[in-house]
Structure formats: structure tokens, C-alpha cells
């Protein structure tokens, strides 16, 4: 399924100099394992572009040549891990067994323990509770090699939309960091059509050339469908 969504992300953090800060993006998904991740706010960073593509990850920004690859230690660490909490392939990378029956707030849930099927998982065991009446994910704990709890995330405020159920809100907690609070808030979820565009490095400089273009004098940024549309007719 081919989708498009637009992402804000805050981070607080009372015992910062900086206290609180915000980045705005827009996520382009191609099925569950192909996706870009445009930066739009801070503005000095747009129209940078993020590619993930099978669990690679790609980073090329604004005025960059050519994109560079991200270790698996830059990936597991800050925005872009908690980016990932919205689209990983779970039951790709992922064996599941049942553990029991736990409450989450007032939702009874089923507990699952998740462990590495493959080496392109990035969490070597994840705890799952999901909701026992309508099945939706509830509470997830990542742990990382030595089995040490890496961050906790929930999944909130439950829509009906175009593609169906979908949390649009996740908060995440790092265990190293704990009074650091991290909220992803999505909104304009919906289906795009991405008929001439490719999910590898050469897309991923065609996109980014596409949002650098399409830029107007003012400031404004172009939409998806836009560069999707303007993709199409350059036949990029």
C-alpha cells in the first residue's frame, strides 16, 4: 500500500538547556519496506531526505552530492529510531510467542515476546502488548543486546481513516534518558499514488532534487503528490 503522512515531532526534555524542540517531516511509504522521509521543519534542513529502503538506511541532505549511509548505531539512537517505531515490519523481521495476559491503562492485553528472525532486525527482542478486544498495538519495549531495556513506546488516539485504524499518536521513553519524553503526532494520512518513483538511490536524489525545485521564492514547500506528480512528467 502506498501512502503518504505528515509527522511532527517534539521532544521534552526538562533537564536540557534547550527544555523542548520540534522537527516537522512527511513520510512517503512504498508497501511496508520502502519508504522516504522528507525534513521540512527546521527549514534549513528541508528538503533533506531520508531512504529506507529493506532496513538500509540512506541520509542525503539539502546540498549533499551524494546520499550516506547510516551505521546501525546512528540508527538505533535519536529521531530517526523513533521515526522507525512508525513503519517497521514486524512480522517480516520478527517470531512471536504468546507470553500471558496483562492490563495496559484500562485495555486488557495480550503480551507478546518478539525475537530476532533475522539479521536485518534492528532489536534483538521486543515485548508486545496488544489489545485483546480490538487487536491494536498498545505498548511495545525494545531491548537492545544485553538484553537491557533500550525504550518504551505507546501507541494512542486510535482513527478510522483512509487506510483503515491507525494510532496518530506514539510517545516514547529512553531508558537512558527517563525524564526525556519523545511524542510523534500524525496527521493527513492518505493514499498516494507513486507511479514513476523509485525506492533506491536514484529516487532518493530524484525526490530530493524534485522538493528542492519545486521550492517557491517564499518559502513554500511542495507536497507529495506534487513531487510524485512532477516526477511523473520528467520521467525521473
Not at 493527513?188 to 530524484?206: E, H, I, P, S, W
Request: hydrophobic residues 35%.
Amino acid at each position: 500500500l502506498d501512502y503518504a503522512v505528515d509527522l511532527t515531532l517534539v521532544v521534552r526534555d526538562p533537564n536540557s538547556f534547550w527544555k523542548e524542540r520540534s522537527a516537522s517531516y512527511t513520510m512517503v511509504a512504498h508497501g511496508k519496506d520502502h519508504s522516504f522521509i522528507l525534513m521540512r521543519e527546521p527549514k534549513q534542513f528541508h528538503p533533506g531526505t531520508l531512504l529506507i529502503m529493506n532496513n538500509l538506511y540512506w541520509m542525503l541532505y539539502p546540498r549533499a552530492e551524494k546520499p550516506i549511509q547510516l551505521s546501525s548505531q546512528q540508527i538505533l539512537n535519536g529521531d530517526i529510531s523513533n521515526g522507525d517505531l512508525a513503519r517497521g515490519n514486524l512480522l517480516r523481521h520478527y517470531q512471536a510467542r504468546l507470553e500471558g495476559e496483562e492490563m495496559v491503562a484500562q485495555d486488557p492485553c495480550w503480551v507478546l515476546e518478539l525475537t530476532r528472525a533475522n539479521y536485518i532486525a534492528s532489536y534483538p527482542r521486543i515485548r508486545y502488548w496488544i489489545t485483546k478486544k480490538k487487536l491494536h498495538p498498545r505498548r511495545f519495549e525494545y531491548y537492545g543486546e544485553t538484553e537491557r531495556l533500550l525504550k518504551t513506546v505507546l501507541y494512542e488516539d486510535y482513527r478510522k481513516g483512509p487506510l483503515g485504524v491507525r494510532p496518530m499518536r506514539i510517545e516514547v521513553r529512553s531508558q537512558s534518558r527517563p525524564d526525556e519524553t519523545t511524542t510523534m503526532t500524525f496527521t493527513n494520512l492518505r493514499k498516494l499514488d507513486l507511479t514513476g518513483m523509485t525506492f533506491d538511490l536514484a529516487g532518493l536524489t530524484a525526490f530530493r532534487d524534485a522538493a528542492k525545485g519545486a521550492l517557491g521564492v517564499d518559502g513554500a514547500q511542495a507536497t507529495p503528490e506534487e513531487l510524485a506528480a512532477l516526477l511523473r512528467s520528467s520521467g525521473r
